[in-house]
């Protein structure tokens, strides 16, 4: 009889039992002179003993602002400074960051502030094709007349106000600046004393995800569940204090906000941060001029670098390791990253932000082949098993849903017991709703998703939540969206629309119509008119089957 699907991560390291606050001021102390933070487009660069001074500042700051343990503060930033310090001081404060995905238009962003009933919001001025103050503007027309903090919006009840962190804060905004000088209202022994009553398991952090399915759930992760993710992760790296990760991946994702800052914290690595979103010249000039000993990215984005017309000029060889995560990583890619970009050891994690984000990696002994065809095995202190559909652990070698349990389970979705319990049962295992296999030692595979979720260039998209969007369009009667594999983006999203009858409509024009109404990432790359769905007989569409035809017609290759 084959092993069960089952296995328990090692154990010989012991968890971090603290706050995220009291494991920052231990790295401070231990590492005061070394380099905590590069970020280089804003040509800004601190000690461990630097940051802590601005993290304790602006955890000050929060305090007189008024923000209470437990409450929520939101972030809607691309990657900057300011974004790691408030990451910090807010879990020093005991203030719950809800990160806010940068490229949410005001639909998506008004949900997560509602969904979340954030006190106050840091955002960025402008990025690229998103004004920040402008879309505010339009979501709080109150703002603009309301005395700093006193906002009352019909829209956003429980929000105070808004902080920016551009140079010209709009009306009725504050100011980082100004934020940072109300810290002199609150001494440091306050400081202390609220950091001591703070607890390891209270929630510290929200990440809107795509789940499995409905709108955006908040997963609701304590400093337990993060901290010692970032932790094990690093382990895992063999990071130290004399290691210096790139982090060119979103810092409002788990992969950047806790495999990134979470695992340099808790080894006193140096966080480098090469531009505001993912651009491939700058991750590799990163590398390069900042000696660079770690690299980490979506597989899209190590497609990107190794393509880049300009890499050769670049001197990679200070890279040992790193991670590639987030979706399946190809076998070629991998191989070039070892071989033309001098990451010998670099890494493959697999994991989900329900689960800290990580739950099983390979491991710095594992060869060439298993860092290929494999996720690696169950992180330490985690439990994996794969289940049929019955909830039965299957044997080795078989095919099923891929459950993980242990420190790295989030709480829970936020006030979604609903969804939570269809997560999370009552065993406490998170049901990933990835198909996966297990072998004989344990190495995992993952080799599908039984949820529709599309993966596009390292975002999670929701289909449901287009196609409800595109449902407000006035010709379109039906609407299913489906991901169809891609050779740039890993998936690119296709909609089948039907029409009215007397309706008539182009593929651009419903492009042109969703432009600055959703995330650009959403918005489907194709568009076909269609008369009916693939059905099963019991009516249920059968998106599998949309996906075959749609392959065949834009005449992708599939593998
Ligand atoms: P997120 O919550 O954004 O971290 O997305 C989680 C989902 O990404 C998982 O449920 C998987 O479907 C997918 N994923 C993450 N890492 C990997 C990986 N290494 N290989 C394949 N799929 C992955």
Redesign the pocket.
């Known amino acids: 009889m084959n092993l069960p699907s089952y296995t328990c991560g090692p154990q010989e390291k012991p968890l971090l039992a603290m706050t995220i606050g009291a494991a920052f001021d231990q790295t401070v102390s231990r590492f005061p002179e070394r380099e905590a933070l590069v970020v280089r487009d804003q040509g800004l660069r601190y000690s461990w003993a630097q940051l802590g001074e601005a993290v304790d500042r602006c955890a000050r700051a929060f305090i007189a602002l008024g923000l209470q343990p437990g409450e929520r503060l939101g972030i809607w930033s691309p990657n900057r400074a300011e974004w790691t310090i408030a990451q910090f001081a807010s879990a020093k404060a005991g203030v719950i960051l809800v990160n806010i995905n940068p490229a949410y238009r005001l639909n998506e962003l008004e949900y997560a502030l509602k969904q979340s009933g954030c006190r106050w919001l840091i955002c960025a001025d402008t990025f690229k094709t998103s004004d920040y103050h402008a879309m505010l503007g339009e979501l709080l027309p109150e703002l603009e007349t309301c005395a700093i903090g006193a906002l009352q919006s019909h829209m956003l009840p429980e929000l105070r106000g808004v902080i920016s962190l551009g140079a010209q804060p709009a009306g009725g905004m504050l100011g980082w600046q100004q934020l940072q000088a109300m810290a002199e209202q609150v001494g440091p022994e306050q400081l202390r004393q609220c950091g001591e009553q703070l607890q390891f398991d209270e929630p510290i952090n929200i990440q809107y995800?795509?789940g499995t399915t409905g709108f955006p759930k908040g997963a609701t992760l304590s400093h337990y569940n993060i901290l010692n993710n970032g932790y094990m992760v690093g382990e895992s790296l063999g990071l130290s204090e004399h290691d210096r990760l790139v982090i060119p991946v979103p810092l409002y994702?788990?992969?950047g906000m806790v495999m990134g800052n979470l695992g340099c914290l808790t080894h006193g690595s140096t966080m480098i941060y090469p531009s505001a979103a993912f651009e491939p010249l700058a991750a590799l000039q990163a590398v390069a001029e900042e000696r660079a000993s770690a690299l980490y990215g979506v597989p899209t984005m190590f497609i990107a670098m190794l393509d880049h017309p300009e890499r050769d000029g670049f001197d990679l060889s200070s890279l040992r390791t790193g991670i590639?995560?987030?979706?399946?990583?190809p076998i070629e890619v991998m191989k070039r990253v070892i071989n033309e970009m001098h990451m010998s050891e670099v890494q493959?994690?697999?994991?989900?932000?329900?689960t800290s984000?990580v739950s099983t990696q390979t491991g710095p002994a594992d060869d060439l082949e298993r860092r290929v065809t494999s996720?690696g095995r169950t992180q330490p202190h985690l439990e994996s098993k794969i289940v049929d559909e019955q909830g039965r652990i299957v044997p080795r070698g078989q095919i099923g849903e891929l459950c993980t349990r242990g420190y790295s389970v989030m709480l829970g979705y936020w006030n979604n017991p609903e969804a939570t319990r269809e997560a999370i049962d009552g065993a406490r295992w998170m049901h990933?709703?990835?198909l996966a296999v297990m072998d004989d030692e344990g190495y995992v595979k993952?080799v599908g998703?039984n949820k529709d979720?599309i993966?596009r260039g390292g975002e999670?998209v929701y289909p449901r939540e287009i196609e409800e969007f595109l449902f407000t369009h006035p010709a379109v009667a039906d609407v299913q969206v489906i991901g169809v594999p891609d050779s740039k983006f890993g998936e690119e999203i296709v909609a089948w629309v039907k029409l009215h009858p007397g309706h008539e409509a182009q593929p651009e024009a419903l492009r042109e119509y969703c432009k600055g109404r959703i995330a650009h990432f959403k918005i489907p790359r194709h568009v076909k008119f269609v008369e009916d769905f693939p059905m099963t007989i019991s009516g249920k569409v059968q998106k599998f089957r949309m996906r075959e035809i749609s392959v065949v017609e834009l005449g992708i290759n599939p593998h």
């Not at 590639?324 to 990583?329: F, I, L, N, S, V």
């Not at 493959?348 to 329900?354: K, L, S, V, W």
């Open positions: 995800t795509s994702h788990c992969f590639m995560a987030g979706a399946t990583c493959i994690a697999y994991g989900m932000t329900e984000p996720v990933t709703g990835d993952i998703r979720m993966i999670n």
